[in-house]
Each structure stands twice: as structure tokens, then as C-alpha cells.
């Protein structure tokens, strides 16, 4: 009789008024966070941003055919020169469209010299962003009218852009053409990542190239959300069998 009292004595006993182990305790408390970052970063994503297919190589090589991008939805006032933007417009067909605002209404938008450099109010405009040769083609200037945009592809020897429409409205678009502005690239995977703010407009006056919106932090709060989730089960999983272990050697 007294050997059976001596090895149930040594067994866990389970607090007896029905109280958690402080263990137990945590790993909810991590599982709660966790899936309230995932699942608070994924909505806000989805809530706040659209996918989109690059369908031509216009905007080479700042996004190539056949990339899939994340765009934040916005109206055409909350942007400025340099944003990448996606809009559809009835005048140029009704097909969405993505391309690169260079000139706001007010502005005088032309080009330049022998290389067709870009200009906007007479001020040359610095555009790394460009492809190889991109400075080519036909010269034009434009005085963008007010509520509308000049939008240029960074391939420019091979985008239709403001430059093929300009006898209508001198190839501009209504701001409430604007769908969203492009953020980030999300496929292919080895293409992955934020579409960097230009600096190009920096130096004019008016709206500039936007910050970025929310999708890092909310892509930030997914991923870490879904890998505090990962690992609080893991760790949950081998303290587990590790009590089962002592408690078979127990017996």
C-alpha cells in the first residue's frame, strides 16, 4: 500500500482549484497575438490594396510583362509626379493601364534637346528609372490642364502612353481615371518587393512622388503573426510530449 502512495506522490498534479500552468497560459496568450497579427496585417492588405497583371513591357524595367503588382486603392488627388499609377480611361480604349505620372495640371511637359530629355516647367527632370535609350522619340509640349495628368511609360520606346493621344485633351487623363497606385511587386517570387519612391520630382514644387502606404507594416504583421503562431504550437507540441515522457518514466 505505502510504494503505491510513494508513486502517486510523485506525479503532476494539476492545481486543484482548476487553475492553467502559467506555461499553458503564455502559449494562448502567444497564439492570441499571433493570429491577431496575421489576421490583422492580411486584412488590412485586402482591404486596402488591389493585385494587378503587367501585361507589356512599358514599364521595363521598373516592372516587366507578365509581373503581378499590389496597388493601393486612391483617388487621382492623392497623387503626385512620380507615382505609378493604374487607370483606365474611355478616350484611350477603356483598358486599364499602368504608367508613370510626369506632369500634374499646370505644368508644361515637354522635351528637349537631341536625347528628347523631359522637362516640366522648362526644368530638366533626372529619371533613373528610365530603360536603356529611353529618352527617344518624337518631341512634344503640353500644358496640362487642371484635374488632369501626363503619364509616360519608362520604356519609352515601347509605351503607349500620353504621347500616342495627344490630340485629345494633349494626351492627358482625368485624375478620376485613377484607380490606385502601384506599391510593391508580389510575383513573380524572385521579383518580390517594394516599388521604391522616386526622388525625380523632388525638386518642383506641387505634389511629389507619394510615401509609401501601410503594405510593409501590414506585410511585416502577417508574416510575423503567421510565424508566432508556427512556433508557439511547435514549442506547445514538445512541452507536451516531454510531460507524457516524464510521466511514463514516472509510472
Not at 90 to 113: P, Y
Not at 137 to 155: K, Y
Amino acid at each position: 500500500m505505502s510504494s503505491v502512495v510513494e508513486q502517486t506522490a510523485d506525479r503532476p498534479v494539476a492545481p486543484a482549484d482548476g487553475r492553467r500552468r502559467p506555461g499553458t497560459v503564455l502559449q494562448g496568450i502567444a497564439l492570441a497575438l499571433g493570429l491577431l497579427l496575421m489576421v490583422g496585417g492580411f486584412a488590412l492588405i485586402a482591404i486596402d490594396y488591389r493585385p494587378y497583371n503587367i501585361p507589356t513591357p512599358s514599364m521595363h524595367p521598373t516592372l516587366q510583362a507578365g509581373d503581378t503588382v499590389l496597388a493601393r486603392k486612391v483617388g487621382g488627388g492623392a497623387i503626385g509626379r512620380g507615382d505609378v499609377v493604374v487607370f483606365r480611361d474611355q478616350a484611350w480604349g477603356g483598358e486599364l493601364m499602368v504608367k508613370r505620372v510626369v506632369a500634374v495640371g499646370g505644368d508644361t511637359v515637354a522635351t528637349s534637346g537631341d536625347n528628347r530629355r523631359l522637362t516640366v516647367d522648362g526644368q530638366p527632370v533626372d529619371e533613373p528609372y528610365l530603360a536603356a535609350q529611353g529618352r527617344q522619340g518624337e518631341s512634344f509640349s503640353v500644358t496640362v490642364p487642371q484635374g488632369r495628368l501626363f503619364v509616360l511609360g519608362d520604356n519609352r520606346v515601347g509605351s503607349l502612353d500620353s504621347r500616342s493621344h495627344l490630340e485629345v485633351d494633349g494626351g492627358t487623363v482625368p485624375v478620376a481615371a485613377i484607380e490606385a497606385r502601384v506599391e510593391a511587386t508580389v510575383m513573380p517570387f524572385g521579383r518580390m518587393g517594394l516599388l521604391g519612391r522616386t526622388a525625380a520630382f523632388d525638386g518642383f514644387a506641387g505634389p511629389r512622388a507619394s510615401q509609401p502606404g501601410p503594405l510593409e507594416p501590414a506585410a511585416y504583421a502577417t508574416v510575423a503573426g503567421a510565424a508566432l503562431i508556427l512556433v508557439t504550437s511547435a514549442v506547445g507540441g514538445v512541452a507536451g510530449l516531454a510531460r507524457r515522457f516524464r510521466r511514463g518514466r514516472s509510472s
